[in-house]
């Protein structure tokens, strides 16, 4: 079903969370409100507010609170967000503990954890008496795996009797918590989270995949009282030493759910293989009895992946009790995040429509998300966006939170984005894993969608940006310089007309920064006449416009990195085209996005500066590059997917977008010649004046943000760059032997 069919009243909601997790690591806390900023800044509920949200998860961390009481004033913080949150309108579902083990003098197997919790729920009710839904422990099953039976977070158990006392010990005291908040307010409601998906397996491990498919079910099964005798986990269970007295000690009298709220992920869903061969060793693992790998399922077998909707409607049959998707959030690309939320809004509608009672889907993650790609186990400055990017001085609002607004205030959205699939509803490469998948239709058939417009599709950044838009399912049209003049007012309208694109990026120029200084004419027409034109025909069709820019709009002389609001000083024949460029689109189309990047490289373009130079070093060449030269390089698949972010984003005026560092030209390529092995002492640095330069260059032109720095380091794309070389070469050696 579509997601922007009616359904019957009240319809469905709109939530909005923050990623809160402060999981433990040995002796180190790991807090995602302080590393995406929240406790600096004081309007972040604002800005939840103006996208019509009505009803927020808000964390009051019982850590938090435990580990501040020592400044004196552990309350003033939440005292302020609570009192906004009521001014403003949002009802907050409570959250006390998110992945956590408690205050550093506790943990999940401490016989004490549930008194100490319910001691701590009895203090916030009593402080915020309004509030009326609470989750004392975000999502105890998956907590007591990571924590008790992977040995992933504290404290680091590997055992299955540790991780059925980690998950009762938690459901112990969301029972006591709840008995000590309902001494304050008799009617609070729990509102229990758990990450449910499911398991699929060879037919080998399809005993494995049955018992974990039982036990996605155990926080809501023990909460319930259905834990009993008859339970198809209970003999693993006593297997593990645990009592029929520790299940009723845990479960008390019951305390089930109000609602139950399902946190769904694209990797929720498993797979488990008992074929080794052609898995990535960090994904084999397995029981007592055979080893197997646990990768994604809509990776290994996206045929067979279940999805939201199937899920949903599996925690209604089986309990009956209002739904809510508590979490729906992606850590990808920018369609990719709306793609996602738009399945998970449209799966909601499909399991309402079958008579569900599912009362809201949550966009999870407002403020972004850190470093789970090591599931918090590591500090690597691995930002995932949400519906605010927090990279910035303040926070971005995305695309989605475009999308937010409009599924709060009417239930609806659309973007052109959303005319392909997600990743995951595309069919395995050959072998099967992990090769990205080529996007396929997941529905009907639907009109043509409009393309985003590449103008020059055949140079180096428009070949990075027509593959990027490609390997994302982003519908792009191309176009080279023989295909359309962009000096041409008529053709372009024409073309524009013909095509009717959502967007169009130049990526069209005059780029011979040394012809330019005799050949200013055919520069200026090319960078600067041909930018405006594009700019004013898409300005009078409402159709959005991006150009590129360069660090060469900067003579260098400030003795530190640029960033947008510094004035442009051009030294040469080219930078005066750009910045030139630069002013005439803005007034034109004020609007419009203008990209300043710098020296390019690539895995893809062999004649980039890095390239040429290792392929000289490989042969034991000498090469010779300025080390008076201060650069800032751009890996073009980095700036490629953060410039389609952008123009996803709808994003306005100027931005740099270059990998955060620099050097000497002649450093850069020793540094990369260290990584791949080669001799570095062959790169010989000498003055740029010796190099037959014949346009000036500015000593010192790395570009900097002070609106977001959106892109990885440089020494992580040199490691992405150098990796990615590997593989094609491993690839071409494949194929023709």
């Known amino acids: 079903m579509r997601p922007d069919v009616d359904v019957a009243s009240p319809a469905l909601e709109l939530w909005a969370g923050m990623e809160c997790t402060i999981n433990r690591v040995g002796d180190v806390q790991r807090d995602q409100l302080a590393l995406a900023g929240h406790y600096e800044r004081d309007r972040d509920l604002d800005l939840i507010a103006s996208l019509g949200v009505r009803t927020m998860r808000y964390p009051i961390l019982w850590e938090r609170i435990e580990r501040d009481t020592a400044g004196g004033r552990p309350w003033d913080w939440t005292d302020a967000q609570m009192r906004r949150l009521r001014e403003l309108g949002i009802d907050p579902i409570v959250g006390l503990v998110h992945h956590g083990s408690g205050p550093m003098d506790t943990d999940l197997l401490d016989p004490h954890f549930p008194e100490r919790l319910a001691a701590f729920a009895r203090q916030v009710a009593a402080r915020y008496p309004w509030v009326t839904r609470f989750t004392p422990i975000n999502e105890p099953l998956t907590t007591a795996r990571f924590s008790a039976l992977y040995g992933i977070w504290y404290p680091h158990a590997r055992d299955d009797r540790l991780f059925l006392r980690a998950l009762l010990n938690q459901i112990r005291a969301t029972c006591r918590a709840m008995a000590a908040i309902r001494e304050v307010t008799p009617g609070a409601q729990l509102v229990q989270t758990e990450d449910l998906g499911y398991t699929h397996s060879t037919p080998a491990l399809a ?16 909460l ?99 739904l809510a998707v508590t979490e729906a959030h992606l850590g990808c690309t920018r369609e990719h995040q709306l793609r996602w939320l738009h399945e998970v809004w449209g799966a909601a509608h499909d399991v309402r429509s079958r008579g569900a009672d599912v009362r809201a889907v949550t966009a999870w993650a407002a403020f972004g998300t ?56 595309a069919a395995p490469a050959a072998d099967g894993f992990p090769a990205p998948m080529a996007p396929r239709r997941a529905h009907g058939p639907r009109s043509v969608p409009r393309p985003i417009l590449i103008t020059g599709a055949r140079g ?38 013909q095509i009717r694109p959502w967007a169009v990026v130049n990526a069209a120029g005059y780029v011979r920064v040394d012809d330019a200084e005799i050949d200013v004419d055919s520069c200026h027409r090319l960078n600067v006449q041909a930018a405006a034109t594009l700019a004013r025909c898409c300005a009078d069709r409402g159709i959005g416009f991006t150009t590129i820019s360069s660090d060469l709009v900067f003579d260098g002389a ?56 290792l392929r000289q070093l490989a042969e034991g060449t000498a090469v010779v590059m300025a080390d008076d030269l201060v650069i800032g390089p751009t890996y073009l698949p980095h ?99």
């Open 639 to 737: 700036l490629a997917d953060a410039l389609l972010d952008l123009v996803i984003d709808g994003e306005r005026g100027i931005w740099h977008l270059a990998n955060a560092g620099g050097g000497t030209v002649a450093d850069i390529v020793r540094r990369t010649a260290e990584r791949a092995g080669l001799d570095a002492s062959l790169v010989q640095g000498c003055p740029s004046a010796r190099l037959g330069y014949r346009a000036p260059r500015p000593a010192a032109a790395v570009l900097d943000s002070e609106r977001g720095r959106l892109m990885p380091s440089l020494d992580r794309a040199l490691d992405c760059y150098l990796g990615t070389r590997a593989w094609e070469r491993v690839d071409a050696e494949a194929l023709t032997a």
């Open 370 to 425: 850190h470093d789970w790609s090591s599931l918090v186990t590591e500090l690597r400055g691995d930002y995932e966006p949400g519906l605010f990017d927090t990279r910035g001085r303040h926070p971005r609002p995305t695309a989605l939170a475009t999308m937010a607004r409009a599924l709060a205030t009417s239930g609806r959205f659309d973007h052109p984005a959303l005319a392909a699939p997600g990743w995951w509803r």
């Open 558 to 613: 400030k003795g530190a990195p640029y960033v947008e609001s510094d004035r442009p000083a051009p030294l040469g024949v080219y930078g005066t085209s750009k910045a030139r460029a630069e002013a005439r689109v803005l007034a034109i189309a004020p609007r419009a996005l203008v990209v300043r990047t710098a020296w390019f490289f690539g895995p893809w373009d062999n004649w980039n500066f890095l390239t040429t130079s």
């Open 460 to 497: 180096t950044l428009g070949v990075a940006l027509t593959r990027s838009a490609a390997e994302r399912g982003l519908v792009c049209r191309g176009l080279s310089h023989g295909e359309l003049d962009v000096r041409d007012a008529s053709a372009v309208g024409r073309i524009l007309d």
């Open 207 to 222: 005993e494995q995949a049955r018992f974990e498919n039982e036990r996605r079910w155990l926080t809501f099964d023990l």
């Open 224 to 322: 319930e009282g259905r834990v009993t005798e008859s339970h198809p986990l209970r003999e693993y269970m006593r297997w593990a030493g645990v009592s029929d007295d520790e299940i009723a000690d845990a479960v008390g009298e019951r305390c089930p759910p109000a609602l139950l709220g399902v946190n769904h992920y694209v990797t929720s869903e498993r797979w488990l293989d008992d074929r080794l061969d052609g898995y990535p060793a960090h994904t084999h693992g397995g029981n007592p009895w055979r080893r197997y790998a646990d990768v994604e399922a809509v990776r290994a077998c996206p045929e067979q992946a279940r999805g939201p909707a199937s899920l949903l409607m599996e925690v209604w049959a089986r309990y009956q009790r209002p």
